[in-house]
């Protein structure tokens, strides 16, 4: 079968070679191309989807984003919406993003920004730090496996999904529940996807339920988080410190006020980036259930919006 690939900023160089080796694939078209599409059955695609480039393929059978969200896609009117459409779902993945999370929560944990800056001047200041309650706003793929490790390595957790939830040493919340589950947090992580709902959900509202003084990591998406009302938060002191890793407009342009902000750790999206070798496994095995009629590995539900 034919593959084209649009990979966006990131080489396609590996997955062009990943892909060509399977006995599955005929062809990997790489976007931008002239070539000619018409037998193109997959698109592999991350962001943005290129305009127009559906209508180039009239025997397009499926769409696999490059990575676990789809809000690049589903967001996109190209998309017909009896296509499926699937995510990556990818063991390399799930753990570079709880790294990074662990990472951040430690970091704020031992008050490491602060004992960098004690070492600049040579100073020898030992204190004592507290256990902290961490809080996961989604608890799918990501947001479960991330709570159930802090949890593993002694934090207190609490997590926050759409259905109710059973993790063990997590106290879970759901639905309305939202401020019971913000009122005792010293730390929230946002693992939701972007839909309808969850857009902006980083919002003054929300600041107003936490606990005052809370430390926020945005791992998600930019679209959730209400830039203004976080700047207001930190200037009030209810939002003590943020690390955030996505924004609204990626690459963050050089003169927005996150930059410099004295509260404010930037991350230039890599929390968690699609390995082209370890998901290549399962991209692959998608496109054998295409060739034997086999339903799908993680389809995103068009309806829900993740
Ligand atoms: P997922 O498996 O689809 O999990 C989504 C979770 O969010 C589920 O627990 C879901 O609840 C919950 N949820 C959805 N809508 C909700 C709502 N309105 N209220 C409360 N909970 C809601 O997604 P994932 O694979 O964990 O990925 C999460 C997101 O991480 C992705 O969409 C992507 O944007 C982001 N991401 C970022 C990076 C990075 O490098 N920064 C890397 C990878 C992914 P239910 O369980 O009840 O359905
Ligand atoms: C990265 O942001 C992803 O959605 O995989």
Same mark, same amino acid.
């Given at each position: 079968m034919e593959i084209l690939l649009s990979t966006g900023n990131w080489p396609p160089k590996a997955w062009v070679e990943g892909l060509s080796k399977?006995?599955?694939?005929s062809a990997v078209h790489v976007w931008p191309t002239e070539s000619d599409l018409s037998n193109v059955e997959v698109l592999l695609v991350w962001k943005p989807l290129p305009a127009g480039i559906i209508e180039l393929l009239p025997n397009l059978k499926f769409i696999s984003s490059i990575g676990a969200g789809v809000d690049h896609l589903l967001g996109d009117s190209q998309i017909p919406l009896d296509l499926p459409v699937a995510r990556i779902v990818d063991e390399r993945l799930t753990g570079d993003m709880t790294n990074y999370v662990m990472m951040a929560v430690v970091m704020h944990q031992r008050n490491l920004l602060h004992v960098l800056e004690n070492q600049k001047q040579a100073k020898w200041e030992r204190h004592h730090y507290p256990n902290l309650r961490v809080g996961v706003m989604g608890l799918g793929e990501l947001g479960g496996h991330l709570a159930r490790t802090l949890s593993g390595a002694g934090f207190e957790v609490s997590g926050y999904s759409r259905s109710s939830k059973q993790i063990d040493r997590v106290a879970t919340f759901n639905g309305a529940d939202r401020s019971e589950f913000l009122k005792d947090l010293d730390v929230l992580v946002n693992l939701l996807p972007v839909t309808s709902e969850t857009?902006?959900?980083?919002?003054k509202d929300l600041f107003g339920q936490i606990k005052p003084g809370a430390f926020l990591i945005n791992v %998600?998406?930019? %679209?959730?988080?209400?830039e203004m009302d976080l700047l207001d938060a930190l200037e009030k002191g209810i939002i003590s410190r943020a690390m955030l890793d996505?924004?609204?407009?990626?690459?963050?342009?050089?003169?927005?006020?996150?930059?410099?902000?004295?509260k404010i750790t930037i991350t230039p999206h890599i929390a968690s980036v699609t390995t082209p070798a370890s998901a290549m496994k399962l991209v692959l095995e998608n496109c054998r259930r295409l060739r034997d009629g086999e339903k799908f590995l993680h389809l995103v539900d068009l309806q829900r919006g993740y």
């Amino acid at each position: 079968m034919e593959i084209l690939l649009s990979t966006g900023n990131w080489p396609p160089k590996a997955w062009v070679e990943g892909l060509s080796k399977s006995n599955l694939v005929s062809a990997v078209h790489v976007w931008p191309t002239e070539s000619d599409l018409s037998n193109v059955e997959v698109l592999l695609v991350w962001k943005p989807l290129p305009a127009g480039i559906i209508e180039l393929l009239p025997n397009l059978k499926f769409i696999s984003s490059i990575g676990a969200g789809v809000d690049h896609l589903l967001g996109d009117s190209q998309i017909p919406l009896d296509l499926p459409v699937a995510r990556i779902v990818d063991e390399r993945l799930t753990g570079d993003m709880t790294n990074y999370v662990m990472m951040a929560v430690v970091m704020h944990q031992r008050n490491l920004l602060h004992v960098l800056e004690n070492q600049k001047q040579a100073k020898w200041e030992r204190h004592h730090y507290p256990n902290l309650r961490v809080g996961v706003m989604g608890l799918g793929e990501l947001g479960g496996h991330l709570a159930r490790t802090l949890s593993g390595a002694g934090f207190e957790v609490s997590g926050y999904s759409r259905s109710s939830k059973q993790i063990d040493r997590v106290a879970t919340f759901n639905g309305a529940d939202r401020s019971e589950f913000l009122k005792d947090l010293d730390v929230l992580v946002n693992l939701l996807p972007v839909t309808s709902e969850t857009e902006n959900i980083l919002n003054k509202d929300l600041f107003g339920q936490i606990k005052p003084g809370a430390f926020l990591i945005n791992v %998600a998406r930019g %679209a959730h988080l209400d830039e203004m009302d976080l700047l207001d938060a930190l200037e009030k002191g209810i939002i003590s410190r943020a690390m955030l890793d996505v924004f609204k407009e990626e690459p963050l342009p050089s003169d927005h006020p996150f930059w410099g902000h004295p509260k404010i750790t930037i991350t230039p999206h890599i929390a968690s980036v699609t390995t082209p070798a370890s998901a290549m496994k399962l991209v692959l095995e998608n496109c054998r259930r295409l060739r034997d009629g086999e339903k799908f590995l993680h389809l995103v539900d068009l309806q829900r919006g993740y």
